[in-house]
């Protein structure tokens, strides 16, 4: 595949400006303090490989999983956010390598 070509079956979703978007609220009690104040520099896109994004937003949002994210794109687009970007996520990985 040539850089800049598309998979098969891709299509681009319309751009938007991020103060177009209509970001969903789902808070999740799944969050811990940035130390130092430091905040993000990069975005990491993960596949839940969940039945839906339902399914994904119930196991980010409960407390016994303790993982989280910032923000859930479904599908179709739809944007949702679960951790206030001042806080740190908590994701699996972090919790495997002691770095809570």
Request: hydrophobic share 40%; charged share 20%; with cysteine.
């Amino acid at each position: 595949m040539e850089m800049g070509s598309l998979a098969p079956g891709f299509q681009y979703a319309s751009a938007k400006m991020a103060s177009d978007l209509n970001i969903f609220q789902q808070p999740s009690p799944n969050f811990g303090i940035r130390r130092g104040g430091v905040m993000p520099s990069i975005i990491v896109l993960h596949y839940t490989a969940m039945k839906s994004s339902k399914d994904a937003i119930e196991r980010l949002s409960d407390p016994k999983s303790e993982v989280s994210a910032h923000y859930l794109i479904d599908e179709a687009g739809k944007v949702t956010q679960l951790v206030d970007e001042q806080k740190k996520s908590l994701a699996c990985w972090t919790r495997l390598l002691g770095r809570n």
